[in-house]
C-alpha cells in the first residue's frame, strides 16, 4: 500500500509535469500556426504580385519585358522560387526543379488568363522554402523537452521537500500517540505550537484522552463499589459458617433463623448481579421491544399497586396525575417507574403523599415522582443516577438498597432516548425520566 507522502508526490508531480507538458504543446502548436499563416501571406504576397504584372494591358508591355519584370518580382523573394506554365503544361519561366530538390518546401499555384498571345501563361506555381522554420521548431521542441525533464526533477524534489515539512508535526504528534499507555491518560497534548490544520485533531484527541479518564474513573468506582457490596455479605457468610463449624450441633428454630439469614445474604448479591448484568446489558445498546401503549397512567398505577402495602407501612399515599400515550417497552417501564416510587416510598416522611406526574411535551414524556422528605444536597442531585452511589451517609439501609435502582433508571431512560431529571428543595425531591416519542436508541455509555 502506498504511504499518503508517496501518493502525494506522485500526484503533484504528475499533474504540474502534465500541465507543463500541455503548456509545451500549446506553445508548439501556437508557433506552427503561425508560421504557417507567415507562410500563405508571402506566398500570397508574391501571387498577387505576379498576378498584377501577367493581367498589365499588353499594348504597354511587350512578352519580354513581362519575362524581364517577373524575374524582378520574382528575385526579390529569398524564401520563394516561381515557375510560370503554358495552357499546355510547358515552363515558360522559372526553374525546373524549386531549389534543386533540397530541403523542405510548400507549394502554392495559382492560374491566370493572360492577353498575350505570345506568353500565353496559364498558371503560376510558386515553392516556399520551409527550412528556417522547420529548424526553429526543432530548437524549441529541444528547448521544451529540456524544460520537462528539468521541471519533473525539480518539481519531485520540491514536493519531498514541502512533504517532509507537513508531515513532520504529525510524525510527531504520531510517536507521542504512539508512546501513550494506560498510565499516561493523564497526558493532554498541548497544540499551541501545531499547524492550525492539526489543532481540531488534536483537540478531539483530548476530548477522547478526558473521555477515558472519565471512564476509568468511573471503573474503579465501580469495582470499588462492587467489591464492597460483595464483600459485605460475602464476609457475613463467611463468619456465619466458622461459627457453625465451632459449634457441633444446631437444631430447630436456631437452625431455621440462620438458614433464612444466609437465603436472604445469597438474594442480596443475587440482586446485585442481576442489577449489575442489565446495566452492563443497557450499556451495549441492546435493541428494544417496543409496544404502543395506549394508558401510561394506567401502567403507573399498577406499579403503584403493586407498592401499596410497602406504602402503607410507612401511612403514605400515592397518586397518580396525567396520562400519555407512547411506545414503549413495557416491562422497563414497569421497572423504572417501581425503583422511582421504591425511592421516593424509602425517603419520604411518614403521612405524606407520594405524587407521580406524567406530562407530554413536544417530543417527550415525562415520569417525575415527587415526595416530602429531607432535602438532598445539591452537589449529590448530580450523582444520584451513578452507579452505587447513595446520597445518605454511612451506607444505611444496604440490607434493601445496594444503589443501583437510579443508575437503572437512567440506563432504561437512555434506552428510549430520553433523559432524567432531579431537583430537591424546601423539604420535597421531584426525580424522574423521559422517554422520546420518535425515539432513537442510544447506547447508555454513549453522549
Known sequence: MKSISRATIGLTSSVSVLGVVLLAVL?????HFWQAKQQEETANRALHAVEHLLL?????YSPEDVKHGLEEVLGGQGRTQARVVDSRGNRMFGPEVFFNGEGSIREFSQVFETELPQLRAKRVELALSTVDDERFLNFISGIFASSIVLWILVSVLISMRLIRLVLRPINRLTERIHNLGPRSLDVVLDDHKA???LRPFIDG???LLGQLRENREQLKLFNSNVAHELNTPLSSLTISHELLQRRKLIEGDELQKIVGDHLDELDRMARIIRSMLFLANANQGRELQLQPLQSLRQLVVSVAEYLEQL???KELRITVQGDANVEVETELIKRAVSNLLSNAIRYAQTNTEITVHITQEAERVWIKVSNEGPTIDPVKLNRLFEPFFRAEEGRSDTGSNHGLGLAIVAAIAKLHGGDVF??????????GFSVHTKRQSTPVGHT
Open 422 to 431: 432531579a431537583s430537591s428543595e424546601n423539604q420535597v425531591t421531584v426525580i
Open 27 to 31: 506553445v508548439y502548436c501556437c508557433i
Open 195 to 197: 499547524p492550525l490544520e
Open 205 to 207: 484527541f483530548n476530548r
Open 56 to 60: 498589365k494591358p499588353t499594348s504597354e
Open 311 to 313: 406504602a402503607e407501612d
